[in-house]
């Protein structure tokens, strides 16, 4: 008897990933097995999607599917869901490497590698037996935005080649042997004042700059020291187009 794709929830807070699903569902005929919800503050172009909360709704999900995946999902599992389902996470970091908040701000901050893992949920974060890995190149030129772009492009490459196998139970997981490095949001938010009497190389100040250089976000920032009001800075890298493709 062929294998049948199990009952599945996606909670995604991005578009481009929704985007990628809608197609893979059509594609595959996943209509009746396939849900995409989000989180109660998703962007504006999710809200017409359900919103499903973690922290009320847990029990209610875990009787309703049979597998649960975060896609770019900004809510903690709780153990209520992932004691009773089986939960993946697809994370834009390497784990061990880059586990939790903004890994691409640390690949970038502390020299650590770029990519992806898709893994199980456990009661840590980003911390549950791995399914996939991904390496992907990190040029000097990335900012914050580049290198996450081009993380999501590669996780929706591997989802559309790979999400049946999901539904279907088709891989296996190996647990990681390190703990590696965990990054919490207030991790993140330290590095956004920007001390104007501090020292240091050049290649120093830019990789902090390009590491919270994000279009949209006002990160990095310093106080005038006149008025003592906010000034925002990021940076913006253009290499020279050439050189660039013939290292791409």
Same mark, same amino acid.
């Given at each position: 008897?062929?294998?049948?794709?199990?009952?599945?929830? @996606?909670?995604?807070?991005? /578009?481009?990933?929704?985007?990628?699903? +809608?197609?893979?569902?059509?594609? &595959?005929?996943?209509?009746?097995?396939?849900? #995409?919800?989000?989180?109660?503050?998703?962007?504006?172009?999710?809200?017409?999607?359900?919103? #499903?909360?973690?922290? %009320?709704?847990?029990?209610?999900?875990?009787?309703?599917?049979?597998?649960?995946?975060?896609?770019?999902? +900004?809510?903690?599992?709780?153990? #209520?869901?992932?004691?009773?389902?089986?939960?993946? &996470?697809?994370?834009?970091? $390497? &784990?061990?490497?880059?586990?939790?908040?903004?890994?691409? @701000?640390?690949?970038? $901050?502390?020299?650590?590698?770029? !990519?992806?893992?898709?893994?199980?949920?456990?009661?840590?974060?980003?911390?549950?037996?791995?399914?996939?890995?991904?390496?992907?190149? $990190?040029?000097?030129?990335? %900012?914050?935005?580049?290198?996450?772009?081009?993380?999501?492009?590669?996780?929706?490459?591997?989802?559309?080649?790979?999400?049946?196998?999901?539904?279907?139970?088709?891989?296996?997981?190996?647990?990681?042997?390190?703990?590696?490095?965990?990054? /919490? +949001?207030?991790?993140?938010?330290?590095?956004?004042?920007?001390? $104007?009497?501090?020292? !240091?190389?050049?290649?120093?100040?830019?990789?902090?700059?390009?590491? #919270?250089?994000?279009?949209?976000?006002? &990160?990095?920032?310093? /106080?005038?020291?006149?008025?003592?009001?906010?000034?925002?800075?990021?940076?913006?890298?253009?290499?020279?187009?050439?050189?660039?493709?013939? +290292?791409?």
């Amino acid at each position: 008897m062929e294998p049948h794709p199990r009952r599945t929830l @996606v909670i995604t807070d991005n /578009l481009a990933i929704y985007e990628a699903l +809608k197609a893979i569902s059509g594609e &595959n005929g996943l209509h009746d097995r396939l849900s #995409v919800m989000r989180s109660p503050r998703s962007p504006t172009a999710l809200q017409h999607l359900q919103a #499903v909360d973690l922290k %009320t709704d847990a029990a209610t999900i875990a009787e309703q599917f049979e597998l649960i995946i975060s896609a770019h999902c +900004k809510q903690i599992f709780p153990a #209520v869901l992932h004691n009773r389902r089986e939960c993946i &996470n697809i994370h834009p970091g $390497l &784990n061990p490497d880059t586990r939790g908040w903004y890994p691409q @701000v640390w690949a970038i $901050l502390r020299g650590l590698p770029l !990519g992806f893992t898709v893994h199980r949920i456990d009661d840590q974060l980003d911390h549950g037996a791995i399914i996939y890995r991904q390496q992907l190149p $990190l040029h000097a030129w990335d %900012t914050s935005y580049t290198a996450y772009q081009r993380v999501l492009a590669a996780e929706i490459h591997w989802m559309q080649q790979n999400l049946m196998r999901l539904l279907l139970g088709d891989y296996t997981a190996e647990a990681m042997q390190e703990t590696g490095n965990l990054f /919490l +949001k207030r991790d993140f938010n330290a590095l956004l004042e920007i001390d $104007l009497q501090q020292t !240091g190389t050049w290649q120093s100040f830019i990789d902090h700059l390009r590491s #919270v250089s994000f279009p949209g976000y006002r &990160n990095a920032w310093f /106080l005038d020291p006149e008025t003592n009001q906010k000034v925002y800075l990021s940076i913006h890298l253009d290499p020279d187009s050439v050189n660039r493709e013939s +290292k791409s």
